[in-house]
């Protein structure tokens, strides 16, 4: 399978999951350049974090109108797999991929550190490896995480399981105290209705390996290849 | 601004420059100077720029090694190196006063300034530290430094994508209205690959890169050269404004020009902007050099050359690119949308020439600027106040009725809590190389492709310092040195920031200067050169300046990570043992300034032969796999690190039971300091062996108790002097920081 990473000025996650897909998992992957005119040949493209843009003015708000997100759009309406992670996905609201938006972490600082979290749907091209309810750990690191989604919307995702991850305790409960910054219904990963956009906010790529202290990243990216594989046969 | 018509007895003072200065100057030009000319030998003599009162001192330092690639003070990092054709380039620089007065914007330009350091060099940056001090965190005003200091570094780091990866956040009221910002960057390049900070080859063009020059940070360095007054705010306009995604794209942009070979050398525009970095590069090279100031990008209107030569605009730098090679090098700037302008180029000869289009704005030779800038031996004189302090009688120290009370209130004490409320506002694992998160005793993070890790520590108590300054010298070296042997790492090599109060005060430079020789001998011992560092002076407020605080940051490298060593207790069962011996005192101990409001005493005195044992046989032990953890005993004594061997992982908290033979007072047992002393827990059936590296070594080992239950119960002889939950412990510990800060 291969991957593809797209590469806006001020991403600093794309080397980092680049290394995930490549090294650790073991798959085909290549750097998009956000001038890139031609994004053929992928079978899943990435949105990795950092700060597209530097992120002066609203996370994802510039990048949203960088050219390649018409061929990442493209790509999508074509049934392409689409995976944005933390400033990934904050651009895939922006852009309106997925519903919602992101406000501030409730503290108003940044945070950084491993979370837990539950899988609420093992039913997607990003989870098929994952059990539901299954608990990982992977962290987050982010300022503006905080989802938010208007009262329609959130039942429009709930009633279609696109919640695909929530903010939980080590035993996989949902308390105010374990959500991190706030997110509305503890909402930490939501996918499209058609199921091949997820945007998450906790880092798959740097929970890859034992000695980063956990795994449980390795998960999401299997599942990618697996559903991919399934649906070249 | 506009040009003063004459240069007066006045503008040369505001300047900086002394009478004798001034002399030197017309000596020098063989005439007066202009005013842009004055700027420029303001900036450049400034203690900030040209060490002129450190630069003796500094000589003590040892500066060589078989592995020391880039010698201190040759170019702006030094370099070791780590084998496999790789060298660790690493610095750590001060931003003080600017954080003093502007704390986020102040500290995140130091994080920023430190970062080009290193990549200037060629050498992709893998992780930040910081070492910050602050006044005591039941003052406002303090916590209002530390939430925009951290939030500052977190900005800068966070965004342009490196990891904070550890660091030391202390609180003193020494440092009360001067806070200490040092922050510290560590990068990677093959060995083959370091570009030089210099301007060689004649005809080669000087390119100016990045972000456009304003009135911002105009004359940084002087002000960074004089002491914080009650008027300070009113030099706001000195702090600059950061913007790390230009960083980032300087960056990208500077380590793929270097791949492409098109680079003579190049250098960050840093203190003294566009003035340091041309003169600079030029001494470097033994060469001439000519700019022209109208080709420079503005921002402003107006701008005379004396503004535009002193600006201290941030992400800005200066690339020599070979001649004929200058469209192969602007290719990459536009990929990157950088711009960048010709501005001038490498001479033969020693001159120093500015134009402003046709006319000459300022001409000078360049080692002027340089090395042959004024040098000065200052006085000298052991403090007064110091034989008063040294002196602790422990009679005056009552003994504490409730001890389990005391040892909560050392566990929350700033100075000792869970730093998380700081390091979770930084991204540390971005990189994915982080494999010892930030709270252990020194940072680690790998090497991509390679079984090996570098290991990082910042450590200086300047509460040492101030009661013996050359002891404490020797402690920040030792301390770190041993923080970076508990993960397993051999020490290197340090880099150092020495923040002191103001040099013509004969007290001040005695401290400093002792400082320096403490710290000499301790890396001369320890086998760990300085690779350079920097000097901060004129660390005072109107109390006063701050105790004298050396602060090292130590690299240690780690040959193979699956001997990466932790500090937190991991099995029931285990023997916990004490690993060296020395003297405990209550002297400068954070048990006396938290509890009892004293700096007072003699701290704990060091033997280097036996750290140096110590050290070793830590290692050893490390590296036969006969340990399963390793946690120097510093700040708070033995209990402290008990305390913190049981709370440290989250995940998993231990108990121990601990029984002390020993007949000193209490606190002394619990709390007092020691150095060349570590905590470290084994299996029983590997006692023997640890036994026999310990004797070959001339070291000690005590077997203090064993690892397990729900509880850290330490006793004397048998009788209880602590017993506490350690689901209570952790919860002090870990909530006591952020307690601060919730409204």
């Excluded at chain 2, 203190?271 to 060469?287: D, F, I, Q």
């Excluded at chain 2, 971005?430 to 790998?446: M, Q």
């Amino acid at each position: 399978m291969r991957f593809g990473v797209i590469m806006f000025p001020g991403s600093n996650c794309d080397y980092d999951c680049w290394w995930a897909i490549k090294e650790v998992t073991g798959e085909e992957v290549d750097f998009i350049w956000h001038k890139e005119e031609n994004i053929t040949g992928f079978d899943c493209i990435v949105l990795p974090g950092g700060f597209s843009y530097g992120d002066y003015l609203r996370t994802g708000a510039i990048a949203r109108f960088s050219p390649i997100m018409k061929k990442v759009k493209e790509f999508a309406e074509r049934g392409g797999l689409v995976v944005g992670i933390c400033n990934g996905f904050q651009i895939l609201l922006e852009a309106g991929f997925l519903p919602g938006a992101m406000r501030k972490n409730k503290h108003l600082l940044f945070i950084c550190k491993y979370i837990h979290l539950r899988v609420e749907n093992p039913h997607t091209a990003f989870t098929n490896l994952c059990k539901k309810g299954q608990i990982l750990r992977i962290p987050i690191a982010h300022f503006e995480g905080n989802y938010y989604a208007t009262p329609d919307t959130l039942s429009t995702l709930q009633k279609k399981s696109q919640i695909i991850f929530r903010y939980c305790n080590k035993e996989g409960e949902i308390t105010d105290e374990v959500n991190p910054n706030g997110s509305l219904d503890a909402i930490a990963g939501v996918c499209n209705e058609r199921g091949n956009i997820l945007g998450m906010m906790p880092h798959p790529e740097r929970s890859c390996e034992s000695i980063l202290g956990s795994e449980d990243g390795k998960l999401i990216w299997k599942s990618i290849v697996t559903s991919l594989k399934r649906i070249k046969k | 601004m506009k040009e003063p018509v004459k240069i007066d007895k006045d503008l040369i003072k505001v300047h900086g420059l002394t009478d004798e200065e001034y002399e030197k100057i017309k000596e020098v030009l063989g005439r007066e100077p202009n005013f842009t000319e004055l700027g420029i030998f303001s900036v450049m003599w400034s203690e900030h720029c040209s060490y002129k009162s450190s630069k003796p001192v500094l000589r003590k330092f040892p500066t060589q090694g078989d592995n020391i690639l880039v010698r201190a003070g040759e170019e702006n990092a030094g370099a070791a190196d780590i084998g496999d054709g790789f060298a660790a380039v690493f610095k750590m620089e001060s931003h003080n006063h600017p954080s003093a007065i502007e704390p986020f914007q102040g500290a995140a330009t130091g994080a920023g300034g430190i970062i080009r350091d290193i990549f200037t060099m060629g050498a992709r940056p893998i992780a930040l530290m910081d070492s910050l001090r602050f006044g005591c965190l039941s003052d406002a005003r303090s916590r209002y430094l530390l939430k925009g200091v951290v939030g500052g570094v977190a900005f800068y780091g966070n965004c342009i994508g490196i990891p904070t990866v550890g660091g030391e956040t202390f609180f003193d009221k020494t440092y009360q209205g001067n806070p200490l910002v040092n922050v510290l960057c560590l990068g990677i390049v093959k060995k083959d690959k370091i570009v030089k900070a210099q301007a060689k080859g004649e005809g080669n063009t000087i390119f100016y890169v990045g972000s456009s020059t304003g009135r911002d940070g105009l004359g940084g360095a002087s002000f960074a050269s004089r002491e914080l007054t009650d008027e300070s705010h009113e030099d706001r306009p000195a702090v600059q404004i950061c913007d790390p995604f230009m960083e980032k794209l300087l960056l990208e942009a500077t380590l793929e020009l270097i791949e492409s070979a098109v680079v003579v050398g190049m250098q960050d525009m840093g203190a003294a902007g566009l003035t340091s970095s041309t003169v600079e590069t030029a001494s470097r090279g033994n060469s001439g050099i000519e700019i022209d100031i109208s080709l420079v990008p503005r921002r402003e209107e107006g701008m005379i050359p004396y503004e535009v030569m002193l600006s201290e605009s941030q992400e800005r730098m200066l690339v020599i690119v070979k001649k004929g090679k200058e469209e192969e090098a602007k290719k990459i700037f536009e990929k990157w949308d950088l711009h960048a302008a010709p501005i001038g180029r490498v001479t033969s000869g020693n001159s120093f020439l500015v134009k402003d289009g046709g006319k000459i704005a300022a001409e000078i030779p360049v080692k002027a600027l340089t090395t042959d800038a004024p040098v000065y031996l200052r006085e000298k004189t052991k403090p007064e106040y110091l034989d008063g302090v040294r002196n602790l009688d422990l009679s005056d120290v009552p003994l504490p009725e409730d001890l389990n009370s005391i040892f909560l209130k050392m566990l929350s004490s700033p100075n000792i809590v869970s730093k998380s409320w700081v390091f979770e506002q930084y991204d540390h694992m971005v990189g994915t190389n982080t494999i010892l998160l930030p709270g252990a005793d020194a940072a680690v993070v790998r090497m991509k492709g390679t079984k090996k890790a570098l290991a990082l520590s910042c450590d200086g108590n300047g509460r040492y310092c101030y009661l013996d300054p050359y002891e404490g010298g020797k402690i920040a070296v030792a301390e770190a040195a041993r923080n970076v042997v508990c993960v397993g790492a051999k020490p290197l090599a340090i880099t150092n920031c020495l923040n002191f109060g103001t040099p013509t005060d004969p007290e001040i430079f005695w401290q400093f200067s002792r400082c320096v020789e403490g710290m000499a001998e301790a890396c001369k011992e320890l086998k760990t050169p300085v690779t350079g560092g920097n000097v901060s002076f004129y660390n005072e407020n109107p109390q006063g300046a701050v105790d004298p605080t050396p602060v090292v940051g130590m690299l240690g490298l780690i040959e193979d990570i699956d001997y990466l060593c932790t500090p937190w207790f991991k099995k029931e069962g285990d023997l916990v043992c004490l690993l060296g011996e020395g003297e405990k005192s209550l002297g400068g101990s954070e048990y006396l300034y938290h509890v009892h409001n004293l700096k007072k005493g003699q701290p704990p005195k060091l033997n280097l032969h036996l750290e140096k044992a110590l050290q070793k046989t830590c290692l050893e032990a490390i590296k036969k796999g006969l340990i399963n953890s390793a946690h120097d005993v510093s700040d708070g004594g033995l209990a402290i690190t008990l305390a913190e061997c049981c709370i440290l992982n989250e995940e998993n908290l231990m108990g121990a039971d601990i029984n002390l033979k020993e007949s000193e007072r209490e606190d002394v047992i619990l709390f007092g300091e020691a150095e060349s002393q570590i905590i470290i827990s084994c299996s029983s059936s590997n006692l023997n062996k640890l036994k026999k590296i310990v004797r070959e070594n001339k070291v000690t080992l005590k077997v203090l108790g064993r690892v397990g239950g729900e509880k850290l119960t330490i006793k004397k002889e048998e009788k209880p002097l602590i017993s506490q939950s350690i689901q209570e412990l952790y919860t002090t510990w870990k909530n006591s920081l952020s307690s601060y800060f919730e409204m």
